[in-house]
């Protein structure tokens, strides 16, 4: 057996836990990452490990946008040049599977530039 109070059965109550403690509202997404990011906020080891792997996946993200733009450049130009013909329609196929890719991978990058 240990000391440790028991705890309250009714998780959805906050008589059992005090007049101090009670649910509070989470902060929004971007303002977390915000302070999180701020080189001038203090941080924990773990909040700076984090903002540590924050900006290395960032960096990732930017460095792969710029592949896939390179690589929908190309397949756009190869698909202008082979026009109606089944090459052209492939060429303009994987130009749309790369454009998608580039507008998830924008919308990941601007998450960060909150």
């Known amino acids: 057996m240990t000391n440790e109070p028991a705890l309250p059965t009714d998780v959805g109550s906050n008589d059992q836990l005090g007049p101090d403690v009670g649910c509070k509202q989470a902060a929004p997404h971007a303002e977390l990452l915000a302070q999180l990011m701020d080189p001038n906020m203090p941080k924990s080891e773990r909040e700076h490990a984090a ?32 026009g109606k013909t089944p090459h052209g329609a492939t060429y303009e196929a994987e130009a749309q599977r790369l454009a998608a890719l580039l507008e998830r991978i924008d919308g990941l990058i601007r998450i960060y530039d909150l």
């Open 51 to 82: 903002a540590c792997e924050i900006e290395r996946l960032r960096a990732d993200l930017i460095s792969c946008r710029g592949t896939v733009k390179t690589e929908l450049n190309h397949y756009e130009r190869q698909a202008m040049v082979h």
